[in-house]
């Protein structure tokens, strides 16, 4: 069949006298990366169909013909059957050419009151919404584990640290619930980025609109757009909503950094607090005593791919005059890989986070080490009338008493803790020790136990 579109050089127009080149075929081509997005290449092409026949644009019959078509296609793309051709440039093209072959005019009719520019940037929106609401349901799933983990390590004391230094008690389940709140806002705003992605372009056309008497509000409707984009050169040059994911998604990876720092921390042998499971782990091929947090490792490490990608999708668009231009093809593989790894490391984190080993007696060891409680003693001293000023020389003393004999302050005898202040008296041990610490610490959202526990309740 000697579609128009077979011959890559027929398919603008007859305006052409010599075939493009074999390189500028591969370089300018983006079948191989797009088609993923051919599922909701079909939808938008079958709003646009519906909605041309409604407007009587094209004949209840071209409609059927279309439909019966892209079923077609659908099933030969399920099962591999497609042949993707390179020389039709990329999803559009490939499957309108294969319908033209399988319906003949009616397949050549689809594209009235439509550009590949509007096409485009109706495929990328969905695909990304797609994309968004599944990374928000890792994102709860992540949160829901984390939840589960902190349930079990309410009372489990843990050193908190400021430079990395011990600095007073925290409860493990009250760490873990920090990395709820991140996440949570990390959803939060993919939520809110959803409401721009989900506009439909559809109806600009190329770059200035349409004289055809389409009917953009059906195709919102049927595929489910909360609203019509306002300005056709807008609709078919921007991707700041793109960009804007990407920004999300890179926060999202900087919080799976930051828990995956933690992560090779807590399991390196100077701290000890906790073993992650095998299946996330790795040995060295030299070392045999090695167990390797690869997976927390690599996190860390495609936090920066994604804010790589972040960075490129900014720089592409920042030199575009308006409005469409060719360099948009370039938004695709920086948001795939984005959205693939966000979705992998997420899927991955739920089931390992779940699978966290804890040392209790290794954190509380660790907290007991750095005299994590000297802040209570200072608001003790308070609570007995000192100025925090002077309390906290006093605390200064008993630190230096305690790290002159090895000892934690809850070891200095009643008699010692007199002769630094004669207000202390014998009801200071309860602050003294970390679980009386962490119990006073009762503000809201802080470490006390029962905080924790009204925090667990998801939100
Ligand atoms: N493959 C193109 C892209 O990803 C589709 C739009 C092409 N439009 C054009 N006028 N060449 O952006």
């Known amino acids: 069949m000697s579609s128009s579109l077979d011959r890559k050089q027929q398919a603008w127009s007859a305006l052409f006298s010599e075939p493009v080149d074999a390189l500028v075929q591969r370089y300018t081509a983006s079948v191989g990366f797009d088609k993923r997005m051919a599922t909701f290449d079909i939808q938008g092409s079958l709003a646009h169909a519906r909605m041309l026949a409604a407007q009587r644009i094209i004949s209840a019959q071209d409609l059927a013909d279309i439909e019966r078509g892209m079923v077609q296609i659908e099933q030969e793309i399920a099962s591999g059957a497609f042949e993707w051709k390179l020389e039709l440039e990329d999803v559009h093209l490939n499957i309108e050419a294969r319908l033209t072959q399988l319906i003949g005019d009616a397949g050549k009719r689809l594209h009235t009151g439509r550009s590949r520019n ?11 919404r797609a994309a968004i609401d599944a990374i928000v349901d890792q994102l709860e799933a992540l949160r829901a584990a984390l939840r589960e983990v902190a349930a079990a390590h309410v009372d489990t004391i843990m050193p908190g640290f400021t430079h990395l230094q011990v600095a007073q008690p925290v409860t493990f389940g009250h760490h873990l619930l920090a990395y709820v709140e991140m996440f949570g806002r990390d959803a939060e705003r993919m939520r809110d980025c959803r409401h721009r992605v989900n506009r439909l372009p559809l ?19 049927e595929l489910g757009f909360e609203a019509v984009s306002r300005n056709s050169l807008d609709a078919v040059s921007d991707r700041d909503f793109a960009i804007e994911f990407c920004a999300a998604a890179s926060l999202v990876m900087v919080h799976v950094s930051r828990l995956s720092e933690e992560l090779v921390l807590w399991m390196s042998q100077a701290f000890g607090f906790i073993a992650l499971p095998d299946r996330y782990c790795t040995g060295s091929s030299i070392m045999p ?13 495609k936090s920066g791919r994604v804010i790589g990608h972040l960075n490129a999708l900014l720089v592409l668009m920042k030199g575009q005059p308006l ?26 984190f739920a089931d390992m986070v779940r699978g966290i080993r804890v040392n209790a007696a290794a954190m509380e060891a660790a907290a007991l080490k750095g005299y994590a409680t000297a802040t209570d003693l200072a608001d003790y001293l308070v609570k007995k009338g000192l100025p925090f000023r002077d309390a906290h020389e006093v605390v200064a003393h008993a630190v230096r008493a305690c790290s002159a004999s090895g000892r934690d302050l809850a070891a200095l005898s009643l008699d010692e803790l007199k002769a630094l202040n004669p207000a202390v008296e014998a009801d200071v041990f309860e602050v003294l020790t970390l679980r009386g610490s962490v119990d006073s610490r009762r503000v809201y959202g802080g470490t006390a136990p029962s905080e924790v526990r009204r925090m667990l309740s998801p939100d």
Do not use: C, H
């Not at 005593?289 to 490490?301: I, T």
């Open 118 to 128: 509007d096409q485009v940037a109706t495929d990328i929106r969905l695909w990304l």
């Open 203 to 221: 109806g600009a056309a190329a770059l200035a609109g349409t004289s055809y008497p389409l009917d953009r509000e059906q195709v919102a409707r």
């Open 289 to 301: 005593q090695k167990k390797n947090p690869d997976v927390p490792e690599l996190a860390r490490g």
């Open 323 to 348: 409005a469409y231009n060719k360099d948009n093809q370039e938004d695709k593989e920086p948001l795939f890989d984005t959205a693939d790894t966000l979705l992998d490391t997420l899927t991955l």
